[in-house]
């Protein structure tokens, strides 16, 4: 029995998670994996009611799961920040999830809005406990005209070190040739000194894996000129966060992208890369695939490859077929989207019992 914890969130979150799980039981009835769903409330309506954002108690919880899958947190009435610290970021940093893995792969070529270009498939290993989100900082002379605000971003040895590491294992065990460190140390030279300086030691012990180096402004450039020379991208939190958002877009956009917060020594969560879209949410045509390829990285995680591709391949199928949500210039709604993905799950799954 897998033991999942749920939590779908707000917003589009909860419409999407709901594909995603369609997908997981659909896999139960195909195979002989077992999961135990178990759902928790946390979210804006939890916390308007409640005054709660993630008790420690939930955290505690969490430990004992094999995963944890999430929808999105956000909502317009509540301040910026109370929930995305108070439950995202406690959850990627109580739970110590130091990578942020986020491909970004083009599964057909009609979905790039980029000339020309057929194959993109890199993968972003976001550091994903440190940096700009430390949460250091304050105020001085808070509401004066001389305000100053203070957001510190902090770099340690160990956290470097074990997100390079990371990737470079990573590039390694999945055969890929090259790892592309992304940063700023032509400005931030005391930080990012120690990402470049981290990044050579290491990669002096993987001769057989090539590196390569940009800073981010050229990436955001180069992402979009040449974004078929990248493989395996590792970078400070921050410029993940932003670079990843760049990144979906070149592949089809938000509704597409997936990511794992990791913590090989403990429980990981899974979750799609973007928000809860207030803007979409309750309509019912928010793209679940985010969410469906999401479920695949979680059961990769989990060691069920051959069940993690069959899901993915069902997603490319369903988007050859055109069978997809508006952002992707289809009719379909969000729940539709689910159910043909289901359908060719199937149709996959017998085809390969049958070879
Ligand atoms: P967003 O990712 O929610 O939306 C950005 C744009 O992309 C919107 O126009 C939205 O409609 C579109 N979009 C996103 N996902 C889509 C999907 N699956 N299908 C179709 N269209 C999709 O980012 P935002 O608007 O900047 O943030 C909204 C809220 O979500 C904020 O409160 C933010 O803090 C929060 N947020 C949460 C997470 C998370 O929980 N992991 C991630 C990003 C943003
Ligand atoms: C993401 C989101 C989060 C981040 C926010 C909501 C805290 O943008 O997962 O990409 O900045 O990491
Ligand atoms: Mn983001």
Do not use: C
């Not at 403990?266 to 793209?287: L, Q, R, Y």
């Amino acid at each position: 029995m897998i033991k999942i914890a749920v939590i779908p969130g707000d917003g589009i979150g909860k419409e999407v998670v709901a594909e995603g799980l369609k997908v997981l039981r659909k896999i139960e009835e195909l195979s002989n994996v077992k999961f135990d769903f178990q759902e928790y409330p946390f979210g804006a309506e939890h916390y308007l009611k409640t005054g709660e954002t993630l008790p420690d108690w939930a955290l505690e919880e969490f430990r004992h799961f094999d995963a944890i899958y999430f929808g999105a947190i956000g909502d317009p009435r509540v301040k910026p920040g109370i929930l995305e610290h108070g439950i995202l970021l406690k959850l990627r940093f109580s739970l110590d999830l130091y990578v942020n893995l986020r491909p970004v792969k083009l599964y057909h070529p009609k979905l790039t809005p980029l000339k020309g270009k057929e194959k993109i498939d890199m993968v972003f290993i976001r550091e994903n406990t440190e940096g700009l989100y430390a949460g250091a900082g304050g105020f001085l002379r808070k509401g004066t005209p001389h305000e100053v605000a203070i957001q510190e971003m902090i770099n340690t040895r160990f956290g470097v070190e074990r997100t390079i590491r990371f990737a470079f294992e990573y590039a390694k065990t999945k055969g890929r040739k090259k790892v592309t460190l992304v940063d700023k140390a032509n400005v931030l030279t005391y930080a990012h000194d120690l990402w470049q300086r981290v990044f050579k030691e290491v990669a002096s012990e993987y001769q057989e894996i090539e590196t390569d180096h940009y800073y981010v402004d050229a990436m955001a450039m180069k992402m979009i000129r040449s974004p078929e020379i990248f493989e395996v991208v590792v970078t400070p939190n921050m410029f993940g966060d932003i670079l990843t958002d760049l990144g979906a877009e070149i592949v089809g956009g938000l509704g597409l992208a997936a990511s794992g917060n990791i913590n090989p020594r403990g429980v990981s969560m899974f979750e799609p890369v973007h928000g809860s879209a207030p803007d979409i949410a309750g309509k019912g045509i928010a793209n679940p695939l985010a969410a469906i390829l999401t479920a695949a990285l979680m059961l990769e995680h989990l060691g069920l490859d051959r069940e993690a591709s069959l899901v993915e391949k069902a997603v490319a199928k369903t988007i050859e077929e055109n069978k997809v949500t508006p952002d992707l210039g289809g009719e379909l709604k969000t729940s539709e989207v689910g159910n043909e993905v289901v359908k060719n799950l199937e149709v996959l799954w017998d085809e390969g019992e049958e070879s």
